[in-house]
């Protein structure tokens, strides 16, 4: 049976996601819930990184804690997890270094690599192995009370591989190079293994209460146009074709997906063609330019604000967000307001994030007005269906007023 949870008071992110119009546009970013808020750092105290992450009541505090601070500007959660535990699901160890990040001691070294059979012929029980992670999304979709909906996600199969292989975070990629240009089919055959895992990971995280889901591909830019659409793309598609099946085979709605494949600018059209919902943009894109590409796809757009703005004080915030929102149109439709990047970086001022938040709500309220009184050509959205009202319309109320940690 079923999980039964509180009715969700505020769908603006999941109605955008699918394209409609919305009072304003939905925000979070990405790992919102971490190490630049104090909270953080009491609630994890002498805990090791993934000890939070395996302790649900920890991982559903942490999850809940930029919800608190930003209450009624902030319009997701994510479970507070990492990509790499689909890595440890498959056997492989991984450890948190301070300051340092994710290390595998035993990194995958060649197909000739005992560990690299070993990996290949492990069945990976997910329900099992990471049933932490779902106990923590049905927690934290308890403690939400339906304030805002919670979204899950995984690694790609390709930046998984990278880390696999180089033992962690690398400038220089070398191993994940030699493993595409040296051993291109066994590439292509873990690639395709750790993509199965992805869709069953997605799919009980759904299972277990998330409402929506993301594929953060954070290496992809390391890949040429020809290598991303070998060793990315067929593998970024996979999960978006046979998530929906596997989701309908359980019994569970098909939520909306988004895809996150960073640097990699040469490929939005190709990912506007895949059957995500939600093409998430980095900061190395033109807003106005992506949104044209978009349009014509049917596709909504999240991103893409360079998170370093938020060092840069109230005035730099303002200007990154006025273009985002003139680009985005007024981002009543087919925008989710994000950074393009996975997350908050250390340091940063809550309270400037917060500013980052109240900017987005005020600068779209009046885009909205300014196109009216101005007499400018108004902007439509083509979704996949059909095209929706003009921008400067009021759209109809929708009710009341996140996390790849580590990568």
Known sequence: MATQFEPLKNDRLLRAARGEKVDRP????????????????????????????????????????????????????????????????????????????????????????????????????????????????????????????????CGAPWTLLCYMVEGGGTKLFVQSKTWVYKYAEESKEILFKIAQICVDHLAQQVVAGAQMIQVFDSWAGELSPSTFKEFSLPFLKYIADTLPIKLQELKQEVVPMTVFAKGAWYALEDLCDLKYNVISLDWLHDPAEAFKVAQRKGKVLQGNADPGVLYGGREAITKVVE?????????????????????????????????????????????????????????????????????????????????????
Request: hydrophobic share 35%; with cysteine.
């Open 26 to 153: 939905p925000a979070w970013v990405m790992r919102q819930a971490g190490r630049y808020l104090p909270e953080y750092h009491k609630a994890k105290g002498d805990h090791d990184f993934f000890d939070c992450c395996r302790s649900p009541e920890i991982a559903s505090t942490l999850t809940l804690q930029p919800i608190e601070r930003y209450h009624g500007l902030i319009d997701a959660a994510i479970i507070f997890s990492d990509i790499l535990v689909i890595p440890q699901a498959m056997g492989m160890e991984v450890i948190m270094v301070d300051k340092k990040g994710p290390h595998f001691p035993d990194p995958l070294q060649s197909p000739e690599d005992k560990q690299y059979k070993e990996v290949m012929e492990r069945p990976v029980d997910v329900k099992k192995s990471l049933d932490y992670v779902y106990k923590a999304i049905t927690l934290t979709r308890h403690k939400l009370k339906g304030r805002v909906p919670l979204i899950g996600f």
């Open 323 to 407: 273009e985002m929102v003139a680009g985005f149109q007024g981002g009543k439709q087919g925008w989710i307001a994000n950074l393009g990047h996975a997350g908050i970086t250390p340091f940063v001022d809550p309270d400037d994030l917060r500013h980052f938040f109240q900017e987005i709500d005020r600068l779209s309220s009046k885009y909205g007005r300014a196109s009216t009184i101005d007499g400018g050509e108004s902007a439509s959205f083509v979704t996949g269906k059909d095209k929706v009202q003009e921008k400067d319309e009021e759209p109809e109320a929708i009710g009341d007023p996140f996390s790849e940690q580590q990568v």
